[in-house]
Structures are given as C-alpha cells and as structure tokens.
C-alpha cells in the first residue's frame, strides 16, 4: 500500500517570502507520479504541480518547484515570491501510472501567508 | 470548457437514510473519481469509474456505491447514513484513465444529524 506523509501541519510566512513544504512517501512501486494540490478556502482543488518518478529533473510551475529525492523517497514543493493567493491546504499525492486513477494524499499543510 | 460539477452543493440528512450525490464530468472526460474528505481521515479514495465500468473501490463498506452513465455523468450512493458519513465528498474527472491529471469538482458538504 502507498502512504504519504505531511509532517507539517501548518506553516505561515510573510508575502513574498519563500516558504518549503515537505512531503515524504512510500510506494513499492518504481514508476509512479507525485503531485501536489491546492486546496484554497471553500474552493476548488486544483493541480499545482506534478512529477513522473522516472523523470529526475525537478518539475518547476513558475513560482512552483519541486525537490524530488526517489531514493529517499521525498517530495518537497517550494513555493518563492509567495503571494496572498497562496494561502490554501496543500496536499501531497501519490498515484500509480498504471491502472486507476487512485491518488493517495498525505493529511495537508495548512499554508498562510501573511501581509 | 465547463468545469466539473456536482450537485447538490449541500446536503443535510438523518441517519438512516439514503442519499444520492451527482458528478458531471468536464465534457469529453471518461473517467470520474470519487473522494471522502474529512477532518480527522483526510481525502479518502472511493472508486473510479471509466466506461460504465468501476475499475477501483477504495476501502469502504458497501454502503457506499456508485455508478456512470453513457454520457460519462456519475452518480454515488450512501444508504443507511451514519454521523460518520458527514464529509465533504469530491468528484474528479480526467480524459481517460491512466491520464495523469484529474480535474476536482467543488463537492457536496453532506451533514449527517
């Protein structure tokens, strides 16, 4: 079974300030893709970034990247210039790249970025 | 594009009875994903369906079940509702299955009294 965790439950920092978000995860699996999700209050999830585990260069979203260490199994999104709109759930997923489309979460970080 | 969408937006039920959650899924997108979230379990799979077809069901008792039409549409069910049973449930779509990224819908807030 995959499992992901969120050691971080919340985290707050100024705008404009670059904040990391630590994820780490275990799968038994070789191949398989890592995301990350934002959940901003009362909205809708949407896709922030996303990682093929076969790939070893770091996805980057603009102000949105990634440090993805597979043999540590780890999977760290940095976000630089945080901007208010950040402020959000973020969650860690994890999926096979075969078969459903069952994506695994970790608990979230509660991010806030202050004015 | 329309995004996803679900309805209703908000449910409130007594226990023991039944209730009927609806997904559209953006157009053209065949594979349609189901989600608990709750404080204390977080975001919890419960079944995908492609094609008419289930392919997957997360671990959950058989209260919880669901369906997909012709037009890609979904539907889940919760019958014999239990206080547990109140949650924000999320829909997902993508293209196909196998496809890397899926699509949330903003979710039904089931409250269970």
């Not at chain 1, 799968?27 to 990682?51: A, D, G």
């Not at chain 1, 069952?102 to 806030?112: D, H, N, P, S």
């Not at chain 2, 053209?28 to 979230?37: A, C, F, I, K, L």
């Amino acid at each position: 079974a995959q499992t992901v965790t969120q050691s971080q439950p919340e985290m707050s920092v100024q705008e404009a300030e670059t904040v990391t978000l630590s994820c780490t995860y275990d799968t038994s699996e070789n191949n398989y893709y890592l995301f990350w999700y934002k959940q901003p209050p009362s909205r809708q999830m949407i896709l922030v970034i996303r990682q093929e585990a076969y790939k070893q260069q770091n996805a980057t979203e603009n102000r949105f990247s990634v440090n993805f260490q597979k043999a540590a199994k780890s999977f760290s999104l940095k976000i630089s210039d945080s901007q208010l709109g950040d402020t959000a759930m973020y969650f860690c997923a994890i999926r096979d790249i075969q078969g459903a489309q069952k994506l695994v979460f970790g608990q979230g970080t509660r991010l806030t970025i202050n004015p | 594009k329309a995004g996803v969408t679900q309805t209703p937006r908000y449910l409130i039920k007594t226990r023991g009875q039944q209730v009927t959650l609806s997904c559209s899924p953006i157009s053209g997108h065949r594979s349609v994903s189901w989600y608990q979230q709750t404080p204390g379990q977080g975001l919890q799979f419960l079944f995908e369906y492609f094609s008419e077809t289930q392919r997957n069901k997360g671990n959950f008792p058989g209260r919880f079940s669901g369906r997909q039409f012709s037009n890609s549409r979904s539907e889940m069910n919760v019958s014999t509702l239990e206080l547990g049973d109140s949650a924000l449930y999320l829909c997902a779509s993508s293209l196909v299955t196998g496809s890397y990224e899926q699509f949330f819908g903003p979710g039904t807030r089931l409250t269970v009294l």
